[in-house]
């Protein structure tokens, strides 16, 4: 394939791409099947809405070590079904719709399309600031005297899942530049001479224990959903979870073998969920519900009532419902507001507690 060269505005060339062939990978490790996770019904619907609907603006688990966070993650990931990109993007464009801040795909040249699996990038917290958003390619620079730019993990993640875990540890200026990112969708880098623009859109998943540390309320609202995760309570559900984890372990193809048809269900209705979501209806008498729930509870700003409605309609779709309705308001409205809430020092209910209490009152009048 032809490299292709981004310019600056003084027609000087500043960033060359040749993409690598891709060699064939090996074989994906077997992944948990997302129709096997036990409990954690929450966490499970709230990342089936970011998959029907990625506009919401992602997930944030909060909770206990150990119960399934990651797995689930990953999980839902595996039971998409592959997307088509751009052969060679090293941001994997839609081939139907590349995107305009794409230097790879820019032009009118023909585009071959491949299908790749969807990405799950993670951003582990001690990554730096070349890492997350990429940086000049050493080795090109220094061999062959290139200003070749090197994809960093927002690259690898457009289209597709940026995982963190202990999110509320990771440091304020990658902070910093995740809410530039997640704001806009495109990856801005001015360094080291380089001067270039590349789709990044993602679902951001973050997870982490509140007793570890706080999340930047600049980030926190960031996410569309928040859930909270518990180790379980019940002697029933443990040995479950436990012996669903040690079959999987012991027999990967078989564990999934026994999940197929759950699997491709769940993943039918993710596809006709997203299929539907265009036509669900939204009458102005559930957009007045939201806003007195918001009101009830004291949200700023409007991004609690504008990422309520969408995640309301997105599990219209997935439950096959024309309408929105009270009812899927009401189910969404401790993921859609919770981490929205002011500290109220007169209340020592916590949050869940208070977006329930609100619920109650408005959707009972």
Request: proline share 8%.
């Amino acid at each position: 394939m032809d490299s292709v060269t981004a310019r600056h505005r003084d027609g000087e060339p500043d960033t060359v791409f040749e993409p690598t062939p891709v060699a064939s990978a090996p074989p994906p490790a077997p992944v948990f099947p997302f129709s096997a996770i036990v409990g954690q019904d929450a966490m499970r619907e709230a990342l089936l809405i970011a998959a029907v609907d990625p506009l919401i603006g992602g997930v944030l688990v909060l909770g206990d070590r150990g119960t399934g966070k990651s797995t689930a993650i990953r999980a839902l990931a595996a039971l998409l079904p592959p997307m088509r990109a751009v052969a060679g993007c090293p941001y994997a464009c839609d081939p139907e719709a590349p995107a305009a801040a794409c230097p790879h795909c820019a032009g009118g040249a023909p585009r071959r399309a491949e299908t790749r699996a969807v990405p799950v990038v993670d951003l582990p917290l001690g990554a730096t600031e070349d890492r997350v958003v990429g940086a000049l390619d050493l080795e090109r620079a220094l061999t062959r005297g290139e200003r070749a730019f090197e994809p960093g993990l927002l690259a690898r993640a457009n289209r597709g899942f940026l995982y963190i875990d202990e999110v509320n540890l990771l440091e304020d200026h990658i902070v910093d530049l995740l809410l530039d990112v997640a704001a806009s969708g495109i990856n801005t880098v001015e360094r080291e001479g380089l001067s270039l623009r590349h789709p990044a859109r993602f679902v951001l998943v973050g997870s982490g224990n509140p007793e570890e540390g706080e999340l930047r309320p600049q980030l926190l609202d960031r996410f569309g959903l928040a859930c909270e995760v518990a180790t379980p309570a019940d002697i029933p559900t443990r040995v479950a979870v436990v012996r669903a984890r040690d079959a999987f372990e012991r027999d990967p193809a078989g564990f999934h073998a026994a999940h197929a048809a759950a699997e491709r269900a769940t993943r039918e209705t993710i596809l006709a969920a997203r299929a539907r979501l265009g036509a669900v209806a939204v009458p102005d008498a559930a957009l007045e519900q939201a806003a007195r729930l918001c009101l009830a509870l004291g949200t700023d700003g409007l991004r609690g009532e504008l990422t309520l409605m969408r995640a309301a309609r997105a599990l219209a779709a997935l439950d096959g419902a024309a309408t929105v309705g009270d009812a899927h308001l009401a189910r969404v409205a401790p993921a859609a507001l919770r981490h929205r809430l002011r500290r109220n020092p007169l209340d020592e209910a916590g949050s869940t507690a208070r977006v329930a209490r609100a619920v109650a009152e408005v959707f009972a009048a």
